[in-house]
């Protein structure tokens, strides 16, 4: 069947470019994200596609490279139909875009649209999936500080006075290699 194969083709450089990235081998990395999203593209395979630009996307704001890891969120949130982790994924990584860029209410209403995604499908959580059950943990803290920037602004403390750091979330497959 194409679509496993093409599944198994984008897991295999999936695979090869979180290990490069991990290895911190920069470009190696980007190489094998790329063949990755060039064959979901060519393939037509949708949820592959937004699979890679969440992990790119990702690697991408690590680096410092935001305007290009928003270009690769919105494609990936831009597809219909994405697993629930992927998608809240995509846009809790958006929203620590936002956040390093100042951009603080965005990031709280994206933040709240992925806890409510979540809580959702998972009301009591006994039935989710324990990376998403820690998934849902951090974007709820994540918004819970992002809401305290917010409240600050709306006292009218001005944005330059204020200091944020918030801590991303390491991916599954990164911290399996760090």
Request: hydrophobic letters at 45%; one cysteine or more; a negative charge.
């Amino acid at each position: 069947m194409v679509l496993e194969e093409a599944d198994q083709q984008v897991k295999l450089w999936l695979q090869l470019a979180h290990e490069a990235y991990s290895d911190r081998q920069m470009l190696r990395a980007f190489h094998y994200f790329q063949r990755a999203l060039d064959y979901a593209q060519e393939k037509g395979h949708d949820l592959d596609v937004a699979l890679v630009c969440r992990d790119l996307g990702y690697v991408c704001a690590r680096e410092g490279s935001l305007d290009k890891a928003l270009v690769y969120f919105d494609q990936g949130l831009a597809i219909n139909g994405v697993e629930l982790s992927v998608r809240t994924g995509l846009m809790a990584n958006k929203a620590s875009v936002f956040v390093s860029l100042g951009a603080y209410r965005p990031a709280l209403e994206l933040l709240e649209e992925s806890s409510g995604l979540i809580r959702s499908k998972y009301r009591d959580f006994s039935n989710a999936p324990s990376q998403l059950v820690h998934s849902h943990a951090a974007i709820v803290q994540m918004a819970d500080d992002v809401r305290k920037v917010v409240d600050l602004l709306d006292m009218g403390v001005r944005a330059d006075r204020i200091q944020v750091d918030i801590k991303r979330q390491e991916p599954p497959w990164l911290l399996k290699n760090e």
